[in-house]
């Protein structure tokens, strides 16, 4: 069917005259039609509402979450905002100081700073090595050593110690990963005077010798504690609050008398120097006290130089170091001889020598004939000794020498204290192992020990404890004990007095305007268990004012080779020369001078 040309059909149909008949697509607006315009900003507009619609919610849920945190929740925010920058930290405590009699100090704590770094932080400064070695007292090469392997670590000490000057000449460098940490340092004013009776403390400030050791306890102070706030870096920023106070340690007040201390010192040196010896010792006590008011010993070493912290050059030799006591015993026995009432200070004694005991010679220096007991004892007489030990019971000598303290620990506490060696009476070998240990052979004792065995010749034959610390207490009677009677030792002392005569063995100990009362002793040394013919141990022990004694002092002098080497001329004049100022500082009033000789001053040996 035909159509009219503008016929509906004809629109969507054409025809073509080669092919077949193709339907009509209908044509699309064009863009610019409103209703592509329309389309277009609807799409946009829902895009950008979704997209505010998202960030909304997104925004509104974190104010929601930190509202919640901050809000309902801030206790765990607030623990784990402390766990990371609060910090609980020890604050030091100094170590209690040790002072004289007088309050003088003998070791005291200072301030000192320790410089300290984090490796793995250091590692990556090396350009600034070459600065801060030197100041550290090291090389570059020392420095990296220390470093060495510890990258994992977050802390190394770089140096111990430092003056708190030097500290901060390092601080200023501001070296990434070098810190400072204060600490305490012991210091001994005296050096070497008191380094064998005061000992010395490690790098952590803890008693590692003598008195330093013996009172750690007491003298160790307790660290504090404080609150702060440290950086990323472990550095403080802020000092929140004090939770504990550092606590000091206790002051130690000694017995010992720094002036007198010293004067033995330079004493006991001198000897030691001038007699090319080996070692040597001396103490000093209050005979009313039982205070010990010096110690000390030769060679010395400074406790202020950790170079010098040797054993030998520290060890206190007056209580480590035992030997056989010699004639200083001898007193003892006549002590004994005269409270049994067989013997008095005129007895005669035959001391014709040599002396034969078993298969044994008892021998003098010289063959001094007949003579009384007090020129045994001036004399100091191996052969009349030993004939009035016989007479007694050697139980009884025995007994004595245990009572007085030999055998035993002076009570001291003193770290290595040797308390010797005194066998029983049933195993000193028969009458030789009598004889030979009442002129002082066969036992061995401590300087200690025989300071304080003249203390009960000088208390009238009372016994009183010994004690490095200061008594502020007159002693409980109840300490003390009888072991002689006041006569018998009055008698001895008597004796004494001759032998520091100018007839006896020890003048060189004699002291210008006081009686002096002491005795010598020169005893053969053991070498490979062996008596040594030309060794030997030179000692002095002694009394001031004889009168009425008030200080005993002991000396021992190990091996002079000087030529000299007997007692009374080589540890005797330690005696006199520190008695001598001793007795001026303790403002001692003098019992031998011409105006007391004419007014009358009571015998030797008496007590007025």
């Not at 040797?310 to 006591?325: F, H, K, M, S, W």
């Amino acid at each position: 069917m035909n159509y009219p040309t503008n016929h509906p059909m004809n629109r969507s149909v054409n025809r073509s005259a080669n092919g077949p008949v193709k339907r009509a697509v209908p044509a699309s607006p064009p863009s610019d039609s409103p209703w592509r315009k329309a389309q277009a900003w609807f799409s946009t507009m829902t895009r950008h509402r979704l997209m505010l619609t998202l960030l909304l919610f997104a925004a509104g849920g974190m104010v929601a979450r930190a509202s919640y945190l901050q809000l309902l929740h801030k206790d765990f925010l607030q623990d784990q905002g402390d766990d990371r920058y609060l910090r609980v930290v020890e604050t030091p405590a100094h170590r209690g100081m040790i002072v004289d009699r007088n309050g003088e100090p003998l070791a005291v704590s200072s301030p000192v700073d320790s410089i300290w770094a984090q490796p793995a932080e250091l590692l990556q400064q090396r350009d600034h090595w070459p600065t801060l070695a030197p100041l550290l007292d090291m090389t570059v090469a020392e420095l990296d050593q220390k470093l060495a392997g510890k990258e994992t670590r977050q802390f190394v000490y770089l140096r111990r110690h430092l003056a708190p000057s030097a500290a901060q000449q390092i601080l200023q460098l501001n070296i990434p990963g070098v810190y400072a940490r204060r600490e305490y340092r012991r210091y001994y004013p005296d050096a070497e005077v008191t380094s064998h009776l005061l000992g010395f403390t490690d790098i952590d400030d803890a008693g590692q010798e003598g008195l330093e050791k013996a009172f750690d306890g007491q003298l160790r102070g307790v660290a504090g504690q404080k609150r702060v706030i440290k950086d990323r870096l472990g550095r403080i920023v802020e000092e929140v609050e004090n939770l504990k106070l550092p606590q000091p340690g206790q002051r130690l007040t000694l017995s010992i008398d720094r002036r007198l201390q010293y004067l033995a010192y330079r004493a006991l040196k001198a000897a030691v120097l001038e007699n090319k010896a080996e070692a040597a010792s001396a103490v000093m006590i209050d005979v009313r006290t039982g205070e010990i008011l010096a110690m000390v010993d030769q060679p010395a070493g400074n406790p202020n130089n950790r170079n010098e912290l040797q054993g030998d050059l520290l060890r206190n030799r007056a209580a480590t170091d035992v030997y056989e006591p010699g004639s200083t015993m001898k007193p003892f026995t006549i002590s004994l001889a005269l409270e049994s009432g067989k013997w008095t200070p005129t007895t005669p004694v035959d001391a014709r020598g040599p002396l034969r005991v078993g298969r044994y010679l008892v021998r003098d220096v010289h063959n001094y004939g007949i003579i009384d007991v007090t020129h045994v004892i001036s004399k100091s007489s191996n052969v009349g000794t030993t004939k009035i030990a016989f007479s007694m019971p050697m139980e009884r000598l025995w007994k004595l020498y245990k009572d007085v303290g030999f055998g035993a620990l002076s009570g001291l506490g003193l770290a290595g204290e040797q308390p010797g060696v005194l066998h029983h009476f049933s195993k000193w070998g028969g009458e030789i192992g009598h004889a030979n240990h009442s002129f002082g052979y066969g036992l061995s004792i401590n300087m200690l020990q025989l300071a304080q065995a003249y203390g009960v010749l000088a208390a009238d034959g009372v016994k009183r404890p010994l004690t490095l610390l200061k008594r502020d207490q007159p002693l409980d009677p109840a300490e003390e004990r009888r072991i002689l009677s006041a006569q018998a030792v009055r008698q001895v002392r008597a004796m004494l007095e001759l032998a520091v005569s100018k007839q006896g063995t020890g003048a060189k100990a004699g002291v210008p305007g006081y009686r002096v009362a002491g005795k010598t002793g020169t005893v053969h040394k053991i070498v490979n268990g062996r008596y040594a013919s030309n060794r030997y141990f030179s000692l002095f022990a002694g009394m001031v004012p004889a009168s009425q004694p008030r200080l005993v002092m002991v000396i021992i002098i190990d091996e002079p080779k000087g030529g000299a080497y007997y007692g009374g001329a080589v540890a005797a004049p330690v005696f006199g020369e520190t008695m001598g100022e001793a007795l001026r500082i303790l403002n001692i009033t003098p019992d031998d001078m011409p105006s007391m000789k004419i007014a009358g001053s009571p015998p030797p040996g008496t007590t007025p």
